[in-house]
């Protein structure tokens, strides 16, 4: 019986591993790079929605010692009005039996008034930082979801990379690389703001 041509299947096999070894590496370190640049991006993003809810969350606090400060001075005020009122309940008494009351009355009255229009300016200055203060940390909320949702979209994306190395399959890679490129954006235009 004539031998069989010998064919040497091991070194075939081999070279066939090499090839797909080298082909299906270089994938996977552009997948590892993207990953790494989308992980980069994602850090960078919810450091900023940290440091944008942390302000506004301070704020929001600076906003209600406003509030408190503004309530004092109308209790202040408030009470301003009822000394005026005491003082002009005293006065009707004298002028009730026919009689002329002091002048301290009158002036009490007058100066109580005054008093209250300066206490009142104070309510309304604190209440107007207040809502100053209010409206800012309105906005940093407002930038604090943009970074957070380009967070989720860079999670996405990182998540599709290791899908896309896992099979290596090109076109879940794609998608990982917009999805990525959907999170970007988002976070520069909420980083313009």
Known sequence: MPEEPEVDTERLHEAI???????????????????????VFAS?????AGDTAN????LKTEAARLQSEASDQWAFYQAK???AGVQEAARAAWLAVGKQPPEEYDQRVR????????????????????DAKSEEAEGLLHRHHG????????????????????????????????????GSALF????AR
């Open 81 to 83: 009005g009822v000394k």
């Open 111 to 130: 100066r109580y008034e005054d008093e209250q229009k300066e206490i009142q300016e104070r309510a309304r200055e604190k209440e107007k930082e207040r």
């Open 55 to 58: 302000e506004a969350l301070s």
């Open 17 to 39: 591993h090499e090839e797909v070894e080298r082909e299906g590496g270089a994938f996977i370190r552009r997948i590892a790079l993207t990953t790494a640049l989308l992980a």
């Open 188 to 191: 520069c235009l909420t980083l």
């Open 147 to 182: 970074y957070a949702n380009s967070v989720a979209l860079f999670q996405v994306s990182i998540a599709l990379g290791a899908i896309a190395a896992l099979t290596r399959n090109r076109l879940v890679w794609f998608g990982s690389m917009a999805v990525g490129l959907a």
């Open 44 to 48: 960078v993003a919810a450091l900023r």
